[in-house]
């Protein structure tokens, strides 16, 4: 019952992440943005975007990620990983309890307060 109750959590937390990711990519580029968190954190949020299946080019398909990636990259003005996929996935097998992954702080912080933004926060303007 609990382990469903989390999975449930994580879902709603990834989904309200790529809501959060597709709100930055559709920012102007007037504004100045910059990515203050990890590469790991970065890498990590734009694979679960990616993953959610929320995000649509101009075609109407499901963006890759490698175009995520550029489109991120390009408006946080931050230098695209050379395997942004292999960051992300390192970033997902973190353990411990310190250094856990995004999606379960991201989750965690949503649980607690629904109206924070975790994603945005890492987020500087101008």
């Not at 879902?11 to 709100?23: G, M």
């Not at 102007?28 to 299946?53: I, K």
């Not at 990620?65 to 390009?74: L, T």
């Not at 991201?106 to 890492?122: G, H, I, T, W």
């Amino acid at each position: 019952m609990k382990e469903e109750q989390n999975k449930e959590v994580k879902q709603q937390a990834k989904h309200l992440l790529a809501d959060e990711v597709a709100t930055m990519l559709m920012r102007s580029d007037a504004q100045t943005l910059h990515w203050q968190g990890t590469r790991a954190d970065l890498m990590e949020a734009l694979y679960l975007t990616y993953t959610s299946c929320r995000l649509i080019d101009d075609q109407g398909l499901y963006m890759t990620f490698s175009s995520i990636v550029q489109q991120a990259c390009r408006k946080l003005n931050y230098r695209i990983p050379r395997n942004p996929r292999e960051v992300a996935a390192r970033a997902m097998r973190r353990k411990g309890f310190k250094a856990r992954p995004f999606l379960d702080r991201y989750a965690m912080l949503v649980n607690r307060n629904p109206s924070c933004k975790p994603f945005e926060d890492q987020i500087q303007m101008g």
